[in-house]
């Protein structure tokens, strides 16, 4: 390799705390003496972040006998049977970083595919690893990846893993995954003791116990749950999670993308501010820091760690402090709150080929404080009776001053109760933060491969429903009538993020950008829509399609919602309990279309009927919703389409012993043409297998 290049890989290696790995010439049989001793690397090897010339490689070979650190080899083949080596070198492990090993390879051809293993002084080898470098910048070919969310292991099986692998391992080589994006919750940091788990069991799950317990762990939410105190907790969640056999071989066969969502850190945090149920605000510099340094040790991943130290993560010296001052977009000045968040940057983008530009955000890190949540609102709701939230005061209450065209209103109304609009001199909310919206709204504008692909950990349609519509005599008299218009199922994601939401969105229709999606996770369903900044009767402009994935194990809404209480009045409008003891997802059409929808199908059974009394006003932005889907979902994209297929399987309970990874429930197709600046996208539908029921 010439002096200049390898000058590159070395700068870049170093930027991303990783030892450098280049080619040697001619390729050759390994002569490392590797013999498979998976026991002693028990959480696998792994690859992420591809781009056209380099990807990042990963693994952990742990010691017990007191050293401090110790030096593996590693070895890159062009063959399985290694017997085209065409790379090798030396890369440490230390007790320092969790005996985890961050090794770049440098000046691979793009589109490549490769197998790679570790070896130590011994001869003891890990297992062996695929992966892949991503097409040139001008490949034309089609682009393949699947897109992934909320693996929450002691609450189910990761048969979707399983699946994935089987379908790809007999899928035409050009029709293969190129990567797997994970879109957060790679990890559940609340985890329960068998002391906290009622009767063994949450919804239809049996409750294990698969991490070990925390050195430094802590109750909370009434002691419901133990969350991490300290770095190492957060490294014994990843050596468990890493131990689940499909979800190893998963990160041994594809590269991951990986971005964090909220469990990767804590449950309800923002910043480095934690709040658990009855807790308010604690402040948590230094766990934001012990879970970003985990992060990174688990994730090979193209990200800067602090600090000079190419082998690990040099944490940087924070306290736990009070954060008390914020900015115009709700970022808390407290210096060790900025140093925290500051101590791992995980967003950014990637290309893949002629057609992807994939750019990842973080929902997390930068988000301001909720302003729903505050004391001033409550009044509002006093003795109020009514389980939602109406759509114009979460409008009024996210967008602040900014409400209206920077005309809000005076009062916040709900029925007959009003209270002084508190947030009418106050800024709108932001999830991105200032400096990472200009990042963001910068790499869209500067796409240009054929797909735009946000990926976001959280999910952007909105979760409307239409309660003016129920009839009167559905509710008891003591609930209040409702009058309000519209209300909402959830405002804690990007569908409640009306203002900037539509910034995001208008920053692409002013720019003219096409081929605009979104994918994303966090929701525990399935959903296809569209990307558009408000619903009828406002003006419907999409300017994209998005997509959210169901969860790999983690419970979704419907599961909750069977287990609730079977007497609620409202019950019709999520589950219709029917005499043979089924109980049906009616929320999926109350979502998708309306109150009157849902109460048909729970009475009649009948789905032409219940579509055909539905609220075409409601929902223009959905085209698939299905509460209670797990699994996975693949893109592929060409020059003129993008097929999104959503892959569901049944409720992940136990693990499938098949090596198909069980039964399929459904494969749908959502196909998007390509549409030029000015056109609004169109989707069609295919159920390509099974049966999605009342999800269409
Ligand atoms: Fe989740």
Redesign the pocket.
Known sequence: MPALERRHFLKLAAALGATLVVGCSPARPSASGWRERRDLFPQGVASGDPDAHSVLLWTRRPYADGREGATLQVEVAEDPAFTRVIATAAAPVLAAADWTCRVLVGDLPPAGEYWYRFVDAEGNGSRIGRTVTAPAPDDPRPARFAFV??Q?LPEGAMNAYRKMIFEDERAAPEERLGFVLHL??FI?EVVQYPEQVKDGKRYDRVITFPVKKFANGKAVANNRFMVPGSLDDYRALYHAYLLDPDLQDARARWPFVAMW???EFSWLAWQSIQEFPGEGRIPAQTLKVAANQAWFEYQPMRVTPPGRQITSFEAPQVVDTPVTGFDDTGLGQEANNLVAIDSLIAYRALRWGRHIDLILTDQRSFRGPDPSNRDEIGPLFEGVRFPFFPEALSMQVDSGREFANGRPPAKLSFGDKSIANYRASEPAQSMLGAKQKVWFLECLRGATATWKIWGSSLGTPDWRIDPQNLPPAMLPPDWMKWSDGYAVLSNGDWGGMYHERAQIFDAVRDAGITGFAIVS??R?SFWAGYAARALPPAAFEPVGVAFVGG?IT?PGMQEAYEHGKKDSPLRPLFIADRADGRMEPTMNLLLHHGVRSALEYASSGDLAKAHAVGNPQMAPHLSFVDMGGHGYATVRVDADTMATDFVCIPRPIERSRGVDGGPLRYRVRHEVPLWRAGEKPRMRQMVLEGDAGLAV
Request: net charge negative; hydrophobic share 0%.
């Open positions: 969310s909320c929450s957060g919750d559940y969502d909220n469990h996770g966090d525990h969860s983690s």
